[in-house]
Protein backbone atom coordinates (compact mmCIF):
# COMPACT_ATOMS: atom_id res chain seq x y z
CA UNK A 1 0.00 0.00 0.00
CA UNK A 2 2.42 2.68 0.55
CA UNK A 3 4.35 2.29 -2.42
CA UNK A 4 1.02 2.48 -4.26
CA UNK A 5 0.41 5.55 -2.64
CA UNK A 6 3.90 6.94 -3.63
CA UNK A 7 3.15 5.97 -6.84
CA UNK A 8 -0.29 7.42 -7.38
CA UNK A 9 1.45 10.80 -5.72
CA UNK A 10 4.37 11.12 -8.24
CA UNK A 11 1.12 10.14 -11.55
CA UNK A 12 -0.78 13.28 -9.79
CA UNK A 13 2.33 15.44 -9.47
CA UNK A 14 3.05 14.73 -13.55
CA UNK A 15 -0.65 15.37 -14.36
CA UNK A 16 -0.69 18.98 -12.57
CA UNK A 17 2.36 19.43 -14.67
CA UNK A 18 0.66 18.61 -18.00
CA UNK A 19 -2.52 20.57 -16.66
CA UNK A 20 0.27 23.28 -16.18
CA UNK A 21 1.86 23.38 -19.53
CA UNK A 22 -1.84 22.85 -20.77
CA UNK A 23 -3.07 26.56 -18.95
CA UNK A 24 -0.10 28.08 -20.09
CA UNK A 25 -1.02 27.41 -23.76
CA UNK A 26 -4.47 28.26 -22.79
CA UNK A 27 -3.64 31.94 -21.44
CA UNK A 28 -1.37 32.66 -24.81
CA UNK A 29 -4.17 32.04 -26.69
CA UNK A 30 -6.40 34.17 -25.06
CA UNK A 31 -4.15 37.04 -24.94
CA UNK A 32 -4.16 36.35 -28.40
CA UNK A 33 -8.09 36.92 -28.72
CA UNK A 34 -9.43 33.47 -28.85
CA UNK A 35 -12.93 33.52 -26.81
CA UNK A 36 -14.04 29.99 -26.41
CA UNK A 37 -15.07 27.65 -23.28
CA UNK A 38 -13.47 24.70 -25.72
CA UNK A 39 -9.83 26.59 -25.44
CA UNK A 40 -8.53 23.79 -22.56
CA UNK A 41 -10.37 20.94 -24.78
CA UNK A 42 -8.96 22.31 -28.01
CA UNK A 43 -5.19 22.50 -26.40
CA UNK A 44 -5.63 18.93 -24.83
CA UNK A 45 -6.54 17.26 -28.39
CA UNK A 46 -3.76 18.66 -29.80
CA UNK A 47 -1.55 17.32 -27.38
CA UNK A 48 -2.89 13.92 -27.34
CA UNK A 49 -0.44 11.21 -27.33
CA UNK A 50 -2.67 8.55 -29.02
CA UNK A 51 -4.43 11.18 -31.65
CA UNK A 52 -2.81 10.02 -34.60
CA UNK A 53 -1.10 6.73 -33.79
CA UNK A 54 -2.11 3.88 -35.68
CA UNK A 55 -4.78 1.13 -34.43
CA UNK A 56 -2.31 -1.57 -34.15
CA UNK A 57 0.43 0.24 -32.24
CA UNK A 58 1.05 -0.90 -28.89
CA UNK A 59 -0.04 0.95 -26.31
CA UNK A 60 1.33 3.86 -24.58
CA UNK A 61 2.03 3.73 -20.55
CA UNK A 62 0.86 6.11 -18.37
CA UNK A 63 4.37 7.85 -18.20
CA UNK A 64 4.87 7.97 -21.87
CA UNK A 65 1.57 9.23 -22.40
CA UNK A 66 2.20 12.05 -20.10
CA UNK A 67 6.05 12.24 -21.22
CA UNK A 68 4.97 12.82 -24.98
CA UNK A 69 1.69 15.28 -23.85
CA UNK A 70 4.31 17.37 -21.73
CA UNK A 71 6.65 17.91 -24.50
CA UNK A 72 3.57 18.23 -27.16
CA UNK A 73 2.37 21.01 -25.02
CA UNK A 74 6.00 22.21 -24.44
CA UNK A 75 6.17 23.05 -27.93
CA UNK A 76 2.66 23.84 -29.11
CA UNK A 77 2.77 27.39 -30.80
CA UNK A 78 -0.06 29.55 -30.16
CA UNK A 79 0.94 31.57 -33.09
CA UNK A 80 0.08 29.02 -35.57
CA UNK A 81 -3.53 28.51 -34.31
CA UNK A 82 -5.91 30.13 -37.29
CA UNK A 83 -9.86 30.88 -35.99
CA UNK A 84 -10.62 28.41 -38.72
CA UNK A 85 -8.70 25.65 -36.52
CA UNK A 86 -10.42 26.58 -33.29
CA UNK A 87 -14.12 26.72 -35.32
CA UNK A 88 -13.32 23.65 -37.48
CA UNK A 89 -13.22 21.83 -34.29
CA UNK A 90 -16.68 22.40 -33.09
CA UNK A 91 -15.02 24.68 -30.14
CA UNK A 92 -15.81 28.44 -31.35
CA UNK A 93 -19.17 29.65 -30.35
CA UNK A 94 -21.28 31.22 -33.08
CA UNK A 95 -21.04 35.15 -33.54
CA UNK A 96 -23.99 35.55 -32.50
CA UNK A 97 -23.44 34.48 -28.99
Same mark, same amino acid.
Given at each position: ???????????????????????????????????????????? /?????????? =? #????? !???? +?? *????? /?????????? =? #????? !???? +?? *????
Amino acid at each position: MPRALEERKERSRRLLEVDDAVTEVVNQLKERGFQSPYLRAFVV /ARVNPIRFRP =K #DAPPL !SFDE +AL *DRMTK /AAAKFNPDKI =K #DSDLS !SSGG +AP *DEGQ
